[in-house]
Structures are given as C-alpha cells and as structure tokens.
C-alpha cells in the first residue's frame, strides 16, 4: 500500500554530501535513530550508478521505518521502490510524473503563494517553501521569501508543507511563528559532529 504524507510530521530530513564528510548512509541511520519519519535522497552531483546504490541501501534501511522520497529522478525512485519524489521547477513537470508514479508521493518546490496554490490545485501531496532565508546549501534561483510569505501560503492551502532554506536553531521559532509545522535543517544539523543529538533537540521543539 502506498504510503501517504500526514500533516504534522515535523523534521524533514534531507541528505547531503557536500557539508558533511559523514556518509549518506550514516546520515540516514542517525536521522532514523533520532525518528525522523520522512527521509529525502538528494545528491545532485553524483554518478547515476552510485546514487543507486545510496537509494537502494537507503530503501534498506529505512524500511517501514519512515517515508522514503528521492529528489529529482523518477528513474531511482521507480527502481529502489521509494515512496515518492520531489520535483523542482526545472523538473519533468508534475501531470507527467503521476503518470508515471501512479499514487506514490509527489512534492513540489515552490518560491510563492501563486506556485504553492497551483501546486495544491494540480495534486501535489505535499510542498516545500523556500528558501526562507538565504542559504548557501543549494544553488537557489529565487530570493529569500523570509516568513511574511510563509505566513500568508499558510492561510491559502491545505495540503502539508515544509519550511526550508537557511532555517536553524536561532531562527527556528521565527518559523514555526510564522505557520510552519513541517521544517527541514540542512546546514545546521548536518555540520555536527552527533547528527542524532542535534535533530533530537530539533524535534523537540516543533
């Protein structure tokens, strides 16, 4: 049966090489060890054959454990049997990728109330929102949408979200102010030395 996103899941954990020297695969294990209950693969940089094999270890690990999503690549999703995807705006568009998917979980990224509305109306299960402040962990394209606008997609969609985009412990409750229930911490989490610990702390606050 196809795994579905809840509103209130909290920590959304995403994966990432390039901040941290600990593995993909240890990241994983702490954030399921901390309880994180939805998991993203998303290593852009890496050789197809050797993300398949991240997924698939991941998919492993994970088990029924948490909701497993992979960014960007239909294909790895399909051949480790994730329960979903995360789409960006440069992405196979989203009609084509339920096509695709049938009833496994698609996320959106979105950068304003216009894209967060039309992501809902098209079926989107769930969508981020970002970057919330300025970050240096993906190349975005789009400003800062600072939580005024966080404020605001709160009150015009129903679907779950998630805050994301150079959120961290300082500016935190600033967020979950603003609306936020779901968050994802990348930087802050990841450049740690006990990942577990930090998402822990994380967790209890949302």
Do not use: W
């Not at 390039?18 to 693969?41: C, F, N, P």
């Not at 294909?75 to 990728?97: E, F, W």
């Amino acid at each position: 049966m196809a795994k579905k996103i809840t509103d209130n899941f909290g920590m959304y954990f995403i994966t990432d090489s390039t901040v941290t020297k600990t593995s993909v695969i240890s990241q994983v294990e702490q954030a399921l060890k901390a309880g994180v209950r939805i998991i993203q693969y998303r290593e852009k940089n890496l050789p197809t054959l050797v993300m398949y094999l991240h997924a698939k270890e991941i998919r492993k690990l994970i088990n029924d454990r948490a909701i497993f999503i992979i960014n960007d690549r239909i294909d790895i999703c399909l051949a480790v049997d994730a329960d979903g995807i995360h789409l960006g705006n440069d992405d196979i568009p989203y009609a084509s990728a339920r096509g695709i998917l049938g009833n496994r979980i698609i996320g959106l990224s979105t950068h304003n109330i216009n894209e967060a509305v039309t992501a809902e109306n098209e079926g989107a299960d769930y969508i981020s929102i970002g970057p919330i402040f300025p970050t240096k962990t993906k190349p975005y394209h789009h400003e800062p949408v600072g939580t005024d606008m966080l404020r605001e997609i709160s009150k015009k969609i129903k679907i779950p979200f998630v805050a994301i985009g150079g959120i961290n412990r300082n500016n935190l409750q600033e967020v979950l102010n603003a609306g936020a229930r779901n968050i994802a911490l990348i930087s802050d989490i990841l450049t740690k030395k006990d990942i577990k610990k930090e998402l822990l702390k994380c967790k209890s606050r949302i």
